[in-house]
Nanobody, 125 residues
Framework: QLQLVESGGGLVQPGGSLKLSCAAS????????IGWFRRTPGKEREGVSSISTTESTKVADSVKGRFTISRDNAKNTVYLQMNSLKPEDTGLYYCARAPRWRDYANLDYDHYDYWGQGTQVTVSS
């Protein structure tokens, strides 16, 4: 059964850090571009970061310099390291898989065809 499972969310104070994980089962992440998205209060889904199989990356301007995406193919997992968190980063964070033929980093929702359930991140004092 194909699955993408996010973990690592939680409650953190402004300025703090979290590391999200996107673990795959039923397939090898190494063949796919993976993206991280978030749905924040009052906003539609926003592309946060993406990494291709060659580790080319894209990062949204809103998180540039604070968030870093990486992949560990041996662990079949993609990570999102989030530093200097702000209250406006609060939201539900999803990872998604692009079709194999779309192997390039991209922050558009339509680039992806398989989604995880998400993990909640809350930044608050």
């Amino acid at each position: 059964q194909l699955q993408l499972v996010e973990s690592g969310g939680g409650l953190v104070q402004p300025g703090g850090s979290l590391k999200l994980s996107c673990a795959a089962s039923g397939f090898s992440l190494s063949y796919y571009t993976i993206g991280w998205f978030r749905r924040t209060p009052g906003k539609e889904r926003e592309g946060v970061s993406s990494i291709s199989t060659t580790e080319s990356t894209k990062v949204a301007d809103s998180v540039k310099g604070r968030f870093t995406i990486s992949r560990d193919n041996a662990k079949n997992t993609v990570y999102l390291q989030m530093n200097s968190l702000k209250p406006e980063d609060t939201g539900l964070y999803y990872c998604a898989r692009a079709p194999r033929w779309r192997d390039y980093a991209n922050l558009d929702y339509d680039h992806y065809d398989y989604w995880g359930q998400g993990t909640q991140v809350t930044v608050s004092s």
